[in-house]
């Protein structure tokens, strides 16, 4: 793969910049876009001339809004238990041994809201909004979206969060611990710099070292997320889940219940 069609990538000093170039769709993936980020992801993860890599959404509207609804009809458009290789897309921001940071321009929701969990390190502008919608549209990320986000942001607001699909600003995502920091908007770029050329500064041994002692603790969740999947991709096949989906591409309420 020479070429993206969803993603821009690009390398500035050492740090490798990998946006989900669909701004028309809020930066939701389908599944080339998810093809598309693990190649770049392991371009970048490999690639000893690369000491940190920056995850972001293109334009100032939106981080990334997910699985684009618009190619799941009872399954997405890829490959994989449910249609996106969203476990292989996860595991690999935790895998390459660089860290990996969430340059946050705008709405992270759904999916996007679990990318952040899963960055080793987040910064957002202050216009940025979080939040998860998977019950609303019959989804659920039953793994590092859940699990992960228990660990970073606690096992009560996690709960909040899936269980009542909120918005939460910026300020309140850094006082529950999804973001490192938060920065006027205009000021983003300036600040992930900052903050790229610091790691470049530091021994890449190290700090690959510290990733994977940090990931030691944590990854028995991939097996919970591996079953989950296996339960999402049977619950994805039901009248509740594509009534979430249905409810969603016609701009109305769904109908969940009886």
């Known amino acids: 793969m020479t070429e993206y069609t969803d993603i821009q990538y690009t390398v500035k000093n050492g740090a490798a910049t990998i946006a989900i170039n669909r701004p028309d769709k809020y930066n939701a993936f389908r599944g080339q876009t998810c ?20 995850l972001t959404g293109t334009g100032t509207k939106a981080f990334c809004t997910g699985g684009d609804q618009s190619a799941h009809d009872g399954g997405y458009d890829g490959r994989g238990l449910i249609g996106l290789p969203v476990e292989e897309l996860q595991g690999l921001i935790r895998e390459v041994p660089k860290p990996v940071i969430a340059r946050v321009n705008g709405y992270a929701i759904g999916g996007g809201n679990v990318l952040v969990t899963c960055c080793d390190l987040a910064i957002a502008a202050d216009t940025a909004i979080f939040g998860q919608v998977g019950p609303k549209v019959g989804s659920v990320d039953p ?49 992930v710099e900052r903050w790229c050329d610091e790691i470049m500064a530091l021994s890449p041994t190290a ?4 990733k994977r ?14 079953m989950g999947m296996q339960a999402l991709s049977l619950y994805y096949g039901t009248d509740e889940s594509q009534e979430g989906v249905k409810a969603f591409m016609e701009k109305r309420k769904p109908k969940f219940r009886g």
């Open 213 to 226: 002692s940090f990931n030691a603790d944590s990854d028995s969740i991939r097996g919970i997320g591996a």
């Open 35 to 54: 093809e598309e980020m693990i190649h770049a992801l392991n371009r970048a993860g490999w690639d000893k001339s690369i000491g940190v890599i920056v």
């Open 207 to 210: 700090i690959a070292i510290a």
């Open 143 to 191: 793994g590092f979206g859940t699990a992960l986000l228990a660990r970073v942001a606690g096992e009560k607001k996690a709960r909040e969060i899936w269980f009542l699909c909120r918005r939460y600003s910026a300020a309140q995502a850094l006082e529950m611990g999804l973001v490192n920091t938060v920065v006027p908007a205009d000021q983003l770029d300036a600040e």
